[in-house]
Each structure stands twice: as C-alpha cells, then as structure tokens.
C-alpha cells in the first residue's frame, strides 16, 4: 500500500504534542488517504458512520463510538453512509502523557500501544463511552483546544490522561494485556529515563 508521512509540527509550537479538529464529508467516499504519523489518533464519530483501515484491517465506526490508532501505524478512512458524515479528530504524542519528573509510570501504559504493532482492540463503542462520559470528555478536550483560554494547554492534557487510562483499563479489562514490569525493571526504566 502506497502512504505519506504526515510529518510533526515543529517542537516550538504546543499543537506538536496535541491537536483537535472536525472532518466531515457528505456522502460515501474516501475521507483520507492512507498515511502514518507519530501521534495516536483517537476519532470520534458524531454523524454517519465510517470505515478505519488500520494495518489492513478494517473496523466500522458510528455516531456515538470512538477508534483509536496507534502512533505509526498506516491508516486511513472512509465515510460508509449517505448524508452528513462527521468526526471529531484528537491526536497526540505518546509523551503529552508523560509527567516530567517520573515518568516510567506512564511508559508501562504506553508501552503495550508502542510495542504492539496495533494488534488490539481499535473501537470502543457508544454505550461504553456512554456509561463512563467518556464522549463528554472528548467534547471537552475539543472546547479547550478551540477555546484556548488561560490554561488550555493543561486542560487538554489532563483530558488526554484521563482518555488514555480509560482506554488502556478497557482494554486490560477485557484482554488481560499488559507489560509487567517488577520493581527493578521500573528502577532501570526509570534511570535510563533520568540519563536521557
């Protein structure tokens, strides 16, 4: 399959760790073409409904339900239904969830989405979202991002912490996946992080 590189903005600007937008199209069709990228990229359909092809596999998504791609992973989607098709667009960076002082707490969540080479689960559906507000705090993170007012940068990353432990519960909820780390390889993680 033939993709780009949607290359990161650069260090200096706040939206090369996290950016929000809408994309819509009316009408079946094409939405993106294929490409990659260093961000996870979380969508969340509001109207219609769409086909994700993430790594060759194919995962529809409708109003109300939420997709998930890894950083890195080729991708690309496609309206599915007649009328107004409509998604909000989260990405971000791996280390927009990291806490500066330790982060090795964060990496063991992250590191299952790093190593995976996307073989997990990729949609979560409305009533999932639903039942944990999860769709209000997408919305959030979306009125922060536009609104831009004293602090939003904060607002956001709090959102995006709070979105990917929800996702990396579900996910160890139904699979039982996760990277174990004993106290010694957190130590080591942890000084390779403070020499870096």
């Not at 432990?165 to 957190?186: F, I, K, P, Y």
Request: with cysteine.
């Amino acid at each position: 399959m033939t993709y780009y590189r949607e290359e990161r903005r650069p260090p200096e600007d706040v939206e090369s760790l996290f950016e929000c937008q809408m994309q819509s199209i009316t009408g079946a069709g094409a939405m993106v073409r294929p490409h990659v990228h260093e961000y996870f990229e979380a969508l969340y359909c509001l109207e219609g409904g769409f086909e994700l092809n993430a790594s060759g596999v194919i995962y529809p998504f409708f109003a109300g339900d939420m997709a998930l791609i890894d950083p890195n992973e080729v991708h690309h989607t496609r309206a599915a239904t007649p009328g107004n098709n409509r998604y909000l667009v989260i990405k971000f960076v791996p280390e927009a969830l990291l806490y500066a002082e330790r982060p090795v707490y964060e990496m063991k969540l992250l590191l299952p989405y790093l190593w995976s080479g996307g073989a997990h689960q990729k949609g979560f559906p409305k009533q999932a979202l639903d039942q944990d507000g999860i769709g209000r705090l997408l919305m959030d993170i979306w009125r922060e991002f536009g609104g831009r007012a004293l602090g939003y940068e904060m607002a956001v990353r709090s959102g995006l912490c709070r979105l990917f432990l929800w996702v990396a519960r579900t996910l160890h909820a139904e699979s039982e996946t996760q990277v174990n780390l004993d106290g010694a390889a957190l130590m080591t993680l942890e000084s390779a992080f403070a020499y870096i």
